[in-house]
C-alpha cells in the first residue's frame, strides 16, 4: 500500500560519508513512523535509527549515535539518513521502513512495528 522506494547507496572510503533517500508514494495513516534499519552479511536486522512523520522526534541506535542523521522532507514525502564519518562495520543493505505510530508514543526502532518496507540499497564501507 505504502511504496518505499531508495536511493543513494554506493561504496565509500572509511571516514566518509552518503545520504540515503527513501520516497514514498503515500501513507496509509494519520499518524506515522519511520525508520532505517540494516542487515549486514550474516547478521540480523538491526535498527538504526527512527522518526515521526512530520515531527521532530528522532532515536538513533548507539553504534551510529553522533555519526547518522535521520531527517525528512514532507513535501517531497522523502525521507533522509546522512551518514558521516562511516566505518567498516556500517557496511550492510539498508532498509528505510513507515508503520503507524501509536498515539502518544514515540517511534521505536523495532522491525515488526513497521509493515512497509523499501527494496533496500547497499552501502560498503572497505576495510
Known amino acids: 500500500q505504502v511504496q518505499l522506494v531508495e536511493s543513494g547507496g554506493g561504496s565509500v572510503q572509511a571516514g566518509g560519508s552518503l545520504r540515503l533517500s527513501c520516497a514514498a508514494s503515500?501513507?496509509?495513516?494519520?499518524?506515522?513512523?519511520m525508520a532505517w534499519f540494516r542487515q549486514a552479511p550474516g547478521k540480523e536486522r538491526e535498527g538504526v535509527a527512527s522518526?515521526?512523520?512530520?515531527?521532530?522526534?528522532?532515536s538513533y541506535a548507539d553504534s551510529v549515535k553522533g555519526r547518522f542523521t535521520i531527517s525528512q522532507d514532507n513535501a517531497k514525502k522523502t525521507l533522509y539518513l546522512q551518514m558521516n564519518n562511516l566505518k567498516p562495520e556500517d557496511t550492510a543493505i539498508y532498509y528505510c521502513?513507515?508503520?503507524?505510530?501509536?498515539?502518544?508514543?514515540?517511534?521505536?526502532?523495532?522491525?515488526?512495528?513497521?509493515?512497509?518496507w523499501g527494496q533496500g540499497t547497499q552501502v560498503t564501507v572497505p576495510s
Open positions: 521502513a513507515a508503520g503507524p505510530r501509536r498515539f502518544g508514543q514515540l517511534c521505536v526502532i523495532r522491525g515488526n512495528e513497521y509493515n512497509s
Open positions: 503515500k501513507f496509509a495513516y494519520s499518524r506515522t513512523c
Open positions: 522518526t515521526s512523520l512530520g515531527g521532530g522526534s528522532t
